[in-house]
């Protein structure tokens, strides 16, 4: 069985300032590793992905993550924000194997920019 | 392209009755998903469908969820004697299984918001 938990539900952060949005997960398998970002109103879309190689992973709109594998985590972090980036965000994982790849997501985190 | 779609987007409903939901995926996509998006429980998964293999209907809460696919594309996904607790938006997503795997996204559908009263 997969977990993955984020321990922020809101985070309120100031425009053009630095952003570091946590993600912790737990599982007994290799695991691929996911950031979604849902705006209001809208779907879930693909913000970066880990599957394999370089720990660090640059995804879209200037967004990346870090996986650390000893300590389970694969944070996402961005330098300055914008208006724009007022959504919610998911942390998700799934099982790394030619399966069904369903995903596993955490509670996601309520990311607030303050003007 | 087109992406993936749901309709309705908003259905209410009656304690009891009986409730459809459908999804288009891209086309192509041979690998669908079903999720359920609740205030209480977060991002659940709830049923996978590939090609013509059996699906994967472990996260299904109870019997009275179930989801057909026909012809590998639509899917419809049926709560029966619906509950409050059913309240949610039911979020479809597909996938094009080719590939090395893990690098083939889900592509989301923008979800159909379910209120049971």
């Known amino acids: 069985a997969q977990s993955v938990t984020q321990l922020d539900s809101q985070v309120p952060v100031f425009e053009e300032a630095p952003v570091e949005l946590r993600c912790n997960y737990s599982s007994s398998v290799s695991v691929y590793l996911f950031w979604y970002v849902q705006y209001p109103n809208q779907g879930l879309q693909l913000l970066l992905k880990?599957?394999?190689?370089?720990?660090l992973v640059k995804g879209i709109n200037g967004f990346e993550a870090e996986f650390n594998k000893s300590q389970t985590s694969f944070h996402l972090r961005k330098p300055s924000v914008h208006i724009s980036d007022t959504a919610e965000y998911f942390c998700?994982?799934?099982?790394?194997?030619?399966?069904?790849?369903?995903?596993?997501f955490g509670t996601g985190t309520r990311l607030t920019i303050i003007p | 392209g087109a992406g993936v779609s749901q309709s309705p987007s908003n259905k209410v409903t009656e304690k009891g009755k009986d409730v459809e939901l459908r999804c288009d995926p891209i086309s192509g996509h041979t690998a669908l998903y079903w999720y359920r998006q609740s205030l209480g429980q977060g991002l659940e998964f709830l049923i996978y469908?590939?090609?013509?293999?059996?699906?994967?209907k472990s996260g299904l809460p109870s019997d009275r969820f179930s989801a057909e696919r026909t012809g590998g594309s639509v899917s419809t996904l049926t709560i029966q004697r619906t509950q409050q607790e059913d309240s949610a938006v039911y979020l479809c997503a597909s996938r094009n299984r080719g590939g090395t795997s893990g690098n083939n996204e889900q592509f989301f559908g923008p979800g159909t918001r379910l209120t049971v009263l």
């Open positions: 998700a994982v799934s099982d790394a194997w030619f399966g069904n790849e369903k995903l596993t």
């Open positions: 469908f590939q090609g013509n293999s059996a699906p994967d």
């Open positions: 880990y599957l394999s190689g370089s720990t």
